[in-house]
């Protein structure tokens, strides 16, 4: 059996080689995404460290927990309830899937867009990434989009009695926007997929 002929790669001309070398300009921004991740990283121990210490009957982390998800009662909390718990691991989770938007936007970005990472047979490979491209990434981003915006209207909802009617419908309409977004981004790239399908000879 014949080896297949690599293939011998083209010079490109200055101009276009220049313009294709572009694309390095995006580095910086990745690289800048991993920092904000980091920042998340810290929030979330921030936050978690606060509801342990809580847990165990300190007030002025539970003060701060009760500051950092907007917490309001008419009568003093003593200690931790039920409420606080779930709304402060709600914005824990809202914390792990922002985390991921970006792990998507970092890795399957740098990949699409910037260069190979050549992660072929990796055992730590995304399932994702080995067929990623600028649509499924779109409709992926998507979609990550409205877990979190799902985590956001349900503290809302929790907390409902701290925030105005007019809130808490706006959020519910940005979130249905989301949802028919997301929707439509899904419904034209399954329209393409079966346009380029139709146009591959048989």
Do not use: C
């Not at 010079?11 to 995006?26: C, E, G, K």
């Not at 990949?111 to 499924?136: C, I, K, Y």
């Not at 956001?152 to 949802?179: C, G, R, S």
């Amino acid at each position: 059996m014949t080896a297949p002929t690599p293939k011998k790669t083209t010079a490109l001309r200055p101009i276009p080689n220049f313009i294709f070398a572009s694309r390095w300009l995006q580095l910086p921004l990745y690289l800048g995404l991993i920092a904000a991740q980091g920042v998340y990283v810290f929030h979330f121990w921030v936050e978690l460290v606060h509801l342990l210490e809580a847990a165990f009957g300190s007030q002025a982390a539970l003060q701060a927990l009760v500051t950092s998800i907007g917490y309001k009662s008419d009568i003093a909390v003593p200690a931790l309830n039920e409420t606080i718990i779930m709304l402060v691991v709600l914005a824990l989770i809202d914390v792990v899937m922002i985390s991921n938007l970006l792990i998507m936007v970092i890795v399957g970005g740098y990949e699409t867009f910037v260069s190979r990472m050549d992660l072929d047979g990796h055992p730590d490979q995304p399932e994702w990434l080995s067929h990623v491209n600028a649509s499924v990434l779109k409709v992926k981003l998507a979609m990550a989009i409205i877990g979190i915006s799902s985590i956001h209207l349900l503290k809302t909802f929790i907390n409902a009695a701290n925030y105005d009617v007019k809130v808490l419908m706006w959020q519910t309409i940005i979130h249905v926007v989301f949802l028919m977004s997301a929707m439509a981004i899904a419904y034209t790239d399954k329209l393409l997929t079966i346009t380029h399908n139709a146009q591959q000879p048989h």
